[in-house]
């Protein structure tokens, strides 16, 4: 891939790749755009649900994407109990409260997995992980594949969830002007706990997918927190075509760096341009 | 009144006496692993303080401490690898952190709150990164990484870096009280009940931010310089790790953020909990993320909160604090 003079091989690898970070990333737009809440616990949450695929692979020989009509009710009704009964509490105490409370999940998520799943790096091995597709002469893996049309498919679900359905419309209000929507009879608690649960429903298929492209450890979700943040700062906050653009730029990034000055120094190349996204316009590029 | 006094002073014997016999642990005969223990309780304590004053006293949540200490480590790790004798190391280190604090203030002081948070995580991952890549002194990598080995400190014993941790952990609690006091500290108790007023009062609130970034940036420096002193290795991956921050977070909050006394009681804790569960290392930190989350919902203000409820306690900080 590296070193020769073709450069249409990194920019199709970094438009797919950057789905997979896109989808990896609306979960932590939607809970910031709607609470203000930087979710610390994001890349432990989606390597959870990478672990959960696992889980349904090895005991019930399930499918990995197969796995997610178990693992998606499951993450459903976690998130909705983080937000209940930690989350929420925490909006009462204090501006950093939530933050730190965010850190503890992280914390409890890491060595909970490491206890249970061993330290190991793992991998969702499918009948379908070694096959790849051709655009011309190139050879692209069928997973990359996949993850992009995730993506795309995650990302306009929630767009037309959040535009068309009754809840949705009462997720962006709160998320716009908390009082007035309290004021328009909006339960805004219930809201905030559906919309922290859809972000775990996207956490999970984010997983799975994840799982599918890279080998993951306990620990993998700091790396892959950096990597939505920088998504999300990019993009935009809460905006989900906003994500969904800077996931794709984010990977173009990566890849296009990767090409011209190396593979060791792509993702270098990634925190610098986030870095100069922030201090310039700390909005994102589609930000308001 | 007078005898109020001599009672006062009379409770902070038993302090003085544990700080006593701290500062001669190596000197008595204290097992190796007690000696370990202590000078990791001051090393966290000093850096937990500086989190202390820019998270809870100055409002900026800092997520990357480890860069600073990192900046340090390596520096001291450098210069003894071009003839720097082993303290100019420590000092440079410090003045290096300090200088990068000043750098990056540039980005990350036009985003506030939360955004501040999210622009400071990112600084240790790419610093990560270019100590993986960038090599200055001595050739090809060795081993995993780009590591170094901390040269020519034979000379230095481990009870003088034990000594040095000792004065930087009692040191950053003296240093506490001296910034709060000062009119660096009512600005920013100004700025932290009400940015606005401060403001129009003629309180500079980007100055006295900046000033506590770079005073942070310093004692966190110095303190991870002479971590890695005692450690002999620096590597780039448990280096700028997320660990640290979440080390010193946890001292901060399990002790009770915006309190002077949190980081000491906190430090305890976490060191105590290091020690008891050092064969399963997993579940320490498991238990740690448990209190803590149980300790934000159910006391905010940490130990020290619940502490304060009691008559005693308040008698006692009195007390030290007269």
Redesign the interface.
């Known amino acids: 891939m590296m070193g020769s003079g073709d450069i249409i091989t990194p920019l199709v690898m970094g438009i797919l790749l950057g789905g997979l970070y896109a989808l990896i990333a609306l979960g932590l737009s939607m809970v910031f755009g709607v609470m203000r809440l930087i979710n610390l616990a994001h890349g432990d949450l989606v390597i959870l649900g990478s672990y959960g695929g696992y889980a349904l692979m090895t005991l019930l020989g399930l499918d990995p994407i197969v796995g997610l009509v178990i693992s998606i009710p499951l993450m459903f009704l976690l998130g909705f109990a983080i937000q209940k009964y930690l989350m929420g509490r925490a909006f009462g105490i204090s501006s950093e409260a939530p933050l730190i409370i965010a850190f503890g999940i992280s914390l409890v998520l890491q060595n909970a997995n490491q206890i249970l799943w061993t330290p190991l790096s793992r991998a969702l091995n499918t009948s379908y992980s070694n096959l790849s597709f051709s655009i011309g002469l190139r050879q692209f893996p069928l997973t990359y594949l996949l993850d992009f049309t995730a993506g795309i498919i995650v990302m306009l679900a929630l767009r037309a969830f959040l535009i068309h359905t009754y809840l949705g419309k009462a997720i962006t209000a709160a998320s716009q002007d908390k009082k007035a929507a309290q004021l328009m009879g909006i339960n805004t608690k219930r809201v905030y706990g559906y919309a922290f649960a859809i972000a775990m429903i996207s956490a999970a298929i984010a997983g799975v997918f994840l799982g599918m492209t890279f080998p993951f450890t306990p620990t993998s979700g700091v790396s892959f927190l950096t990597i939505a943040f920088g998504t999300v700062i990019i993009g935009g906050l809460g905006s989900m075509l906003g994500t969904f653009i800077g996931g794709i730029i984010l990977g173009i990034v990566q890849t296009l760096g990767g090409y011209f000055f190396g593979p060791a120094s792509q993702m270098l190349i990634v925190y610098v341009i986030v870095l100069v996204v922030l201090a310039i316009r700390p909005q994102g590029l589609f930000g308001r | 009144m007078k005898l109020k006094a001599t009672r006062s002073k009379l409770t902070l014997i038993p302090l003085a006496a544990l700080i006593l016999v701290l500062a001669l642990l190596p000197l008595i005969g204290a097992p190796q692993s007690w000696l370990l223990y202590a000078f990791l309780f001051f090393i966290y304590l000093a850096m937990a303080n500086m989190w202390n004053l820019l998270?809870g006293y100055s409002g900026l949540?800092s997520l990357c401490q480890p860069a600073f200490l990192g900046l340090a480590g390596y520096t001291l790790a450098i210069g003894t690898w071009v003839g720097l004798p082993w303290w100019a190391g420590l000092l440079g280190g410090a003045t290096v952190a300090a200088l990068f604090a000043l750098l990056i203030s540039?980005?990350?002081f036009?985003?506030s709150?939360?955004?501040f948070?999210?622009?400071t995580?990112?600084?240790p991952?790419?610093l990560r990164?270019?100590f993986?890549?960038w090599r200055p002194v001595g050739g090809q990598m060795q081993g995993a990484g780009a590591g170094y080995m901390i040269k020519g400190t034979g000379g230095v014993s481990t009870h003088l870096i034990y000594w040095l941790a000792f004065v930087l952990g009692i040191g950053s609690i003296f240093l506490m009280k001296r910034v709060l006091k000062s009119k660096l500290g009512l600005g920013l108790a100004a700025i932290r009940d009400n940015e606005r007023t401060a403001a129009s009062c003629g309180v500079s609130v980007f100055k006295l931010k900046l000033y506590t970034f770079i005073i942070a940036a310093l004692v966190t420096g110095l303190s991870g310089a002479v971590y890695y002193l005692y450690q002999g290795y620096i590597e780039p991956s448990a280096t700028f790790n997320?660990r640290w921050t979440?080390t010193l977070?946890l001292a901060t909050?399990i002790g009770g953020?915006r309190t002077e006394e949190g980081p000491f009681i906190g430090t305890i804790v976490v060191v105590f909990l290091y020690f008891l569960l050092a064969r399963y290392a997993?579940?320490s930190?498991?238990i740690?993320?448990?209190i803590?989350?149980g300790l934000?919902?159910l006391s905010?203000q940490g130990i020290v909160g619940m502490l304060r409820r009691s008559r005693y306690y308040r008698y006692l900080a009195q007390c030290v604090s007269t």
Do not use: D, S
Request: hydrophobic share 70%.
């Open positions: 998270a949540i540039v980005p990350v036009r985003l709150g939360i955004y948070a999210i622009g995580l990112v600084v991952e790419a990164m270019v993986y890549l997320v979440m977070l909050v953020i997993g579940y930190l498991l740690q993320g448990m803590l989350i934000m919902l905010p």
